[in-house]
């Protein structure tokens, strides 16, 4: 027979497993890519909205998770495990997604380097000035 909170059990693990296996395809997609290997992404990558898209789809997995979560009597180390659900993985995300940001700028450095472009940012306005390098080293 079951427990009366394996449904509240299942969901929890379900959930959480469901938002692991998402967020270790989303940090993987461009080395999948590469490698030809299988990536659940691999097509929505270039979309303009991937990075909402998947801040959506990883939001649904932990909310459904917590929910679940939250109806079980768990009493010890609770405040651990809230930690977990509501900080902690997205703490991971973010540490994963800013690795994803200077890994493009990393990449778009060298294309422009290889094509002759320096660039500068302004820093109080963020505008962003291209300028060949002869420019920059010479002079207007």
């Not at 998770?65 to 609770?78: D, G, K, N, Q, V």
Request: aromatic residues 14%.
């Amino acid at each position: 027979k079951d427990d009366e909170w394996s449904k509240a059990l299942y969901e929890t693990g379900f959930y959480l497993g469901k938002y692991i296996y998402l967020a270790d395809a989303y940090e993987d997609t461009e080395k999948d890519i590469r490698k030809n290997n299988f990536n659940l992404f691999k097509n929505k990558v270039n979309d303009n909205d991937f990075e909402s898209y998947i801040e959506d789809i990883l939001s649904m997995m932990i909310s459904s998770c917590a929910s679940a979560f939250e109806t079980l009597p768990i009493f010890e180390y609770r405040e651990i495990l809230r930690n977990i659900l509501y900080s902690g993985i997205w703490t991971r995300y973010e540490i994963i997604k800013k690795r994803k940001e200077k890994k493009k700028e990393r990449f778009f450095d060298v294309r422009l380097r290889a094509l002759g472009i320096c660039f500068c940012v302004s820093p109080p306005d963020g505008i962003i000035l291209h300028q060949s390098a002869r420019e920059i080293l010479n002079g207007p």
